[in-house]
Nanobody, 123 residues
Framework: QVQLVESGGGLVQAGGSLRLSCAASGRTFSSYAMGWFRQAPGREREFVAAISWGGGSIYYADSVKGRFTISRDNAKNTLYLQMNSLKTEETAVYYC????????????????WGQGTQATVSS
């Protein structure tokens, strides 16, 4: 069992930056691939980024490449998402997810999900 708690959301102006964190419980954090998803009002949840258990494989949605960076610190059981050059349309609730196969995380079918953190980008 893995419990995930996101933090770091807030209000930022367009062009600004936010850094999201996802704290995971359990001693097997380093065994799990992790990812970030987001869901804007009235829209379906969408994939943002994912990282393999050791950090050797990283995946991004085309819309965030070059602006967002996913990383993890296995010693701290924490996943991060650095978001730069934010756009108003990226206002959403951001969720972290975990599962053993990174492909499952990328597909959005991970077993474990956090409750989400709201990120609001104003114009």
């Amino acid at each position: 069992q893995v419990q995930l708690v996101e933090s770091g959301g807030g209000l930022v102006q367009a062009g600004g930056s936010l850094r999201l964190s996802c704290a995971a419980s359990g001693r097997t954090f380093s065994s799990y691939a992790m990812g970030w998803f987001r869901q804007a009002p009235g829209r379906e949840r969408e994939f943002v980024a994912a990282i393999s258990w050791g950090g050797g494989s990283i995946y991004y949605a085309d819309s965030v490449k070059g602006r967002f960076t996913i990383s993890r610190d296995n010693a701290k059981n924490t996943l991060y998402l650095q978001m730069n050059s934010l756009k108003t349309e990226e206002t959403a609730v951001y969720y972290c997810a975990a599962d053993v196969p990174v492909g499952t995380v990328v597909a959005g079918t991970a077993r474990y999900w956090g409750q989400g953190t709201q990120a609001t980008v104003s114009s």
